[in-house]
């Protein structure tokens, strides 16, 4: 605990601050104002800490956060700061999956509660919802015991006429044993969505095994003969992998498939895009141009639509020409992850309901060995196996949710409230790189699912304009991908910073307005059954009519006149994003207010500054 | 007539056209003195598009064999094509839409035409008038007083006949300081702030040359504005180095030692050809759909036009950061007094004042700080986007105000009782409109023109019931505070609803809106009906009571 400690307001120059307390707990470093109110960092959330020189008020130290919160406290006493920030390093770099904050979180709940939870998510339930197994489509129960990939789930669903030394030929011919299996399957097109890693063909190797399998995810699919095969990689790279025995399939080795190299830069690349983007949007003082001009060299708008245009690609495929796609990338749990996942997004509206979303999550992320462990650094590893891919898949759902504002049944808060937890290791979904390390820790009974707490707090995630029957004839989106409609996601970004923010959100006022109607609906209903019963019996005795009175005013009260004017505009991702539902006292209403009315947005006041100065 | 001779092919017929958003349709072409019609053919369904001449910006025309094809551009920045048989009709039509959309004089112009096929509720020649204004202003404080002393448009051509000005300068006073002040525009009230008293006055350059020029009346008229003892602020919309370079023109700035209480700070507001290229490149990146990410934020950073958004937000909350914080007064200007200034001083009100935020506020708003305080609007909005002649006066200054008002809305969605609507009926106007009221460089020449009597003015067709639904804000909820908008990067963006509005479908967006306005419609019903069953049950218990009571 240490006292007087300053936080800075991050984008102002005139040291705009609030004094107060910081506290550090096991899981936690915690800060309280002046006024009380708190600011929690869960330990695990924090990327990056930093200690600038000392200055005349204090040692300032700087949190980076991974759910890009940067928060710049000055400690008044240099030991204090240096006491701070070391055992902020320590506890930030966790060693053991054990010490993460999953295996101590107890939400007080059950074990049957627990097991229950776990089984919000039935993937074998999913499978059955698209249409498998079929006549063309079987379970097969090759990698029942993790033997032939290790970074696959035990289930996994190929064409009937792929038998298993078929399989077994083709892993051994694929990276990390990464063959192709099924990923979606599109039950109208009877087209299917495949996901493998890249060949190890180098400059001429075959494989007659793997030739077979593509043939028979071809063959699966009586409605085109043709198959594309989708190498996510931009191809100097997929080139480049040839002299390392990797590569890309050779179009005349494999009959009947259609080659496409579609140009997404690797986990790098990303990693150091994501950086620039945020050097820039962190500056001082920004100018539009340079905000612009680093927006475009940080590439990171770039990716995005790559993405989506890869994604946009398969679905075409699928969609107009009813052809099954393979899709690949080097290991085939980056790009392809995003790709695929994208794609089924796009084909399939079940994936825009907020209980659908969590299921492809689970299904093209989670059980398919995304690394989400190296990738989000949840222990202290690699820091060149860190990037940001979970993130752009996010970030490209958010950019379809803008054009299409009335295709899914989640909102903004819903997606970022998933990546908050990504990083948070709060529940036990996303901890490990694969399947088979998530049964060896045993995180079904040491720790909880994300899901259904997010299930059970839906209403904040709601889309109050989700229309469930959005181009019914046929359920495919098919964004515009020029670039113009890719925009900075400034609620991502700064989502802490709240001066950047609109002060006014339509969208929580049309979600409790919504949310007020349903309520209102029910008090109409009893009102008009309260009349109907006074009508029915006119001669009811007074002491009778008394009681019903009595009764009759807490409905009055369920909407009474103040309702209205309390609700609109508190923001409902910042009450959820607090942290963890840990302080509920910690109503904004009453911030949101003070800064409503009074605070002067930091820029202006920093222009201010400057023209003072030059009077 | 004189248009007769202008048209040489009235009709044609077997035209298609070609839109944003629509199949290819066939129909007739006609044109008349001020429109250009089209009509589809198809019997079940006709289709008629109507396109004032003056909404022409630039036609292009081009020959495959003997079919003509013309694109015309038009200042609301829509692209459209007509591909007319026969080379002879389509050089005539092409040379008619020219000499027709270019037409010199005022007029000739369609307002002078224009017969209302609506009832005039409200004449809106009449609605702001100065007197309105003032007798509001005289009912909070009495330190101000209207002059008369430019009926004729002899003290300053470019001011109303009546401002307000301190109550303790008089009119000869007021003549001195004209003679010293850039195109005769001396210090006069913009905005008095109820909440403290404070003041922003706008005005031009001071005269003061190279060998600085001063004038006691000045100095008094704007020492006026002050309390005793109080400072105030003189924004300058130039950056120093602009304003010093003035006095070589004879223009200039104040200096401290002859206006010691006052603070002068720069700005730096681009001027107006900088600002028309600004457009003109926006457009273009726009336009073009196959730029790559890279490319087009390039380009969007090249057209500089966010900011200059930036540039001008930021000078509006300086100024009413002084006002409304710093208790002091504000005294506005640039060079002319007629563009930058404009835009600093009208925003401002916007951020402090509540009532700007509405409709008529608005409107109002419109009349005083851009109409009569004489923003040259019939040089300004000659041109739009695709103008390639290189004239010198055109500008978007106040499309970049209303641009900045999209944004302040963007950031207070229920702030306002007007939506994006009705900004951008505003922009289409200001640019080309059946109304007079943006005829003219400013009220001498609109008195001149006898505008009130002889065309129709937009608030009158605005300000109808009909019209107005279209308008209005649905989660517009009275804030009477002062609302101060972020400036930073990443909180402005681009007008989409302006620049975008005819290069991507917008269905889903408003399928959105649409569905949001059914909301709260829904809302509003629930809860009339929810009131009138509460009042129902109340009355049958007191009915009961009296009953009992008896």
């Known amino acids: 605990q240490v006292e007087q400690v300053k936080l800075l307001d991050r984008f102002s120059t005139s040291n705009k601050s609030l004094t107060g307390t910081l506290y550090l707990t096991a899981t936690h470093l915690l800060f309280i104002d002046s ?13 990056a800490v930093e200690k600038l020189p000392l200055t005349t008020s204090g040692c300032p130290l700087v949190i980076q956060c991974k759910n890009f919160r940067i928060v710049h406290f000055v400690v008044p006493r240099e030991r204090d700061c240096h006491d701070i920030y070391n055992s902020l390093l320590q506890l930030s770099r966790t060693a053991k999956y054990e010490e993460l904050y999953a295996f101590s979180y107890n939400p007080k709940q059950n074990e049957s509660e627990q097991v229950k939870g776990w089984q919000l998510i039935d993937l074998a339930e999913e499978y059955k919802r698209m ?28 064409p009937r006429t792929a038998s298993k030394p078929i399989i077994v030929g083709s892993s051994k011919f694929r990276s990390k044993g990464r063959f192709p299996v099924l990923s979606y399957y599109h039950k109208k097109k009877e087209a299917a969505i495949c996901r493998c890693s890249q060949p190890l063909s180098g400059f001429s190797a075959r494989c007659l095994e793997d030739e077979h399998m593509l043939q028979a995810i071809s063959k699966a699919n009586p409605s085109n003969r043709y198959m594309y095969v989708m190498d996510t990689r931009p191809k100097l790279n997929a080139m480049a992998n040839r002299a390392a025995g990797k590569g890309y399939e050779n179009e005349d080795n494999y009959s009947n498939i259609r080659f496409q190299f579609v140009g997404i830069e690797n986990i790098h690349v990303m990693r150091s895009s994501l950086q620039k983007l945020l050097e820039v949007s962190g500056t001082k003082g920004l100018s539009v141009n340079d905000f612009l001009s680093g927006l475009e060299n940080s590439g990171w708008l770039r990716h995005i639509k790559a993405v989506l245009d890869a994604a946009l ?48 999550i689970e299904k093209d992320w989670i059980s398919f060995g995304h690394k989400f462990s190296d990738r989000c650094c949840q222990l202290d590893g690699d820091p060149k196996e860190i990037s940001p891919v979970f993130t752009q898949f996010l970030e490209s759902v958010w950019n ?135 009508n029915g019996q006119p001669d009811a005795t007074f002491v009778k009519e008394h009681q019903q009175f009595a009764h009759s005013v807490p409905v009055a009260l369920k909407t009474s006149p103040c309702f209205k004017k309390e609700q609109p505009l508190i923001p409902v991702h910042d009450a959820v994003r607090t942290i963890e539902g840990s302080n509920t006292a910690d109503n904004r209403y009453s911030e949101f207010m003070e800064e409503f009315s009074k605070a002067e947005p930091a820029v202006v006041s920093l222009e201010y500054g400057v023209a003072r100065m030059t009077c | 007539m004189e248009f007769a001779e202008l048209i040489k092919t009235p009709r044609a017929d077997n035209v298609v056209l070609h839109r944003p958003f629509y199949p290819a349709v066939e129909g007739t072409l006609c044109l008349t003195g001020h429109h250009l019609i089209f009509s589809s053919r198809r019997q079940d369904n006709a289709e008629e598009l109507w396109l004032l001449h003056s909404n022409i910006d630039s036609i292009e025309k081009r020959f495959m064999g003997s079919l003509g094809t013309i694109i015309i551009k038009c200042k609301d920045l829509r692209i459209i094509q007509l591909d007319i048989p026969g080379m002879e009709e389509s ?68 001011y109303p006949p009546v401002v307000i000005v301190p109550k303790s300068i008089d009119d000869e006073a007021l003549r001195k300081v004209a003679t010293f002040r850039h195109g005769s525009r001396f210090p006069v009230l913009s905005y008095y702030h109820k909440k403290n008293g404070m003041v922003m006055m706008r005005s031009s350059q001071p005269l003061t040359g190279t060998n600085g020029r001063r004038c006691k009346e000045d100095e008094k008229l704007i020492n006026a504005t002050l309390r005793p003892g109080k400072r105030g602020y003189i924004i300058d919309t130039r950056s120093l180095n602009v304003a010093q370079q003035a006095r070589a023109k004879g223009g200039g700035f104040e200096q401290e030692a002859h206006y010691p209480q006052w603070r002068r700070i720069h700005k730096c507001i681009e001027r107006f050809n900088i600002l028309q290229e600004s457009l003109i490149k926006l457009v273009e990146a726009c336009n073009d759909q196959s730029h790559n990410m890279d490319r087009w934020l390039s380009k969007l950073e090249a057209s500089n036009w966010l900011t200059h958004i930036k540039e001008i937000l930021t000078a509006a909350c300086l100024a009413a950061q002084c006002i409304d914080r710093e208790g002091a007064s504000v ?44 923003h040259p609007f019939q040089q300004r909005c000659a041109q739009s986007a695709y103008s390639n002649s290189k004239q010198k006066w055109e500008a978007p200054v106040f499309l970049l105000f209303l641009d900045c008002v999209w944004q302040i809305l963007r950031q207070f969605p229920c702030s306002f009782e007007f939506n994006e609507q009705f900004l951008i009926m505003l922009f289409e106007h200001a640019y080309a409109s059946q109304f007079g009221t943006f005829l003219g460089n400013n009220e001498n020449e609109r008195s001149k023109l006898k505008l009130p009597q002889k065309t129709m003015s937009l608030w009158s067709w605005v300000n109808r019931s009909e019209e107005l639904s279209k308008f209005r804000n649905p989660l517009f909820e009275a804030n009477s505070l002062v609302i101060w908008p972020s400036v930073a990067p990443q909180s402005l963006q681009l007008w989409e609803g302006v620049f975008l509005r005819w290069n991507r479908s917008s269905k889903f967006l408003d399928e959105a809106q649409e569905e949001m306005i059914n909301i709260i419609n829904y809302n509003k019903e629930l809860q009339a009906k929810v009131n009138a069953l509460r009042r129902q049950l109340a009355e049958m218990e007191t009915d009961d009571k009296m009953l009992k009571n008896l």
């Open chain 1, 400 to 534: 379809l949710t803008e054009q299409f504002p009335r295709a899914f049944e989640f909102n903004e808060a819903f997606l970022l409230q998933i990546h908050e937890h990504v990083h948070s290791c709060q529940f036990g979904n996303f901890l490990g790189n694969c399947q088979k390390e998530r049964e060896e820790l045993k995180l079904k009974e040491k720790t909880y699912s994300l899901w259904p707490f997010l299930l059970g707090e839906q209403k904040k995630y709601q889309n109050p304009l989700y229309n469930p029957d959005f181009s019914p004839e046929l359920t495919l989106l098919e964004p515009n991908t020029v670039s113009f409609n890719f925009k900075f996601w400034r609620n991502m970004y700064h989502q802490f910073d709240r001066s950047m923010h609109p002060r006014q959100s339509v969208f929580n006022l049309i979600m409790n307005m919504s949310e007020q109607n349903k309520q209102l609906e029910e008090d109409i209903k009893e009102l008009e059954a309260k009349i109907k019963q006074r």
């Open chain 1, 131 to 158: 249409g498998v197994p079929n006549d063309y489509w079987q379970l097969s129960d090759a990698n029942r015991d993790y033997k032939i990939c290790e970074t696959y789930p035990r289930e996994l669903y190929v």
């Open chain 1, 313 to 360: 690609f398969l679905v075409k495929a699928i969609a107009v020409e009813s052809a099954s796609v393979l899709v690949h990338c080097s290991d085939g749990w980056d790009r392809t992850s995003q790709v695929c996942s994208l794609g089924a997004l796009l084909l399939d509206s079940y994936y825009r309901t907020i209980k659908g979303f969590m299921v492809l």
């Open chain 2, 331 to 374: 005294l506005v200007h640039g060079t002319e007094g007629t563009d930058s200034t404009l835009q600093v001083t009208s925003l401002a009100q916007i951020i402090l004042d509540p009532r700007c935020r509405t409709i008529r506020g608005f409107e109002s708003l419109v009349v005083r700080e851009w109409l009569q305080a004489g």
């Open chain 2, 91 to 158: 050089l005539n039509i092409a040379s008619s839409i020219e000499a027709l959309s270019t037409l010199d004089s005022v007029t000739l112009m369609y307002p002078f035409f224009y017969r209302p096929m609506f009832e005039i509720i409200e004449d809106g020649w009449r609605l702001f008038l100065p007197d309105q204004e003032f007798e509001l202003l005289s009912s909070v404080t009495d330190e101000w007083r209207l002059s008369c002393v430019n009926k004729e448009f002899t003290v300053c051509p470019s």
């Open chain 1, 35 to 47: 006024s009380q109110r708190e600011t929690w960092i869960l330990h695990h959330h924090i990327a």
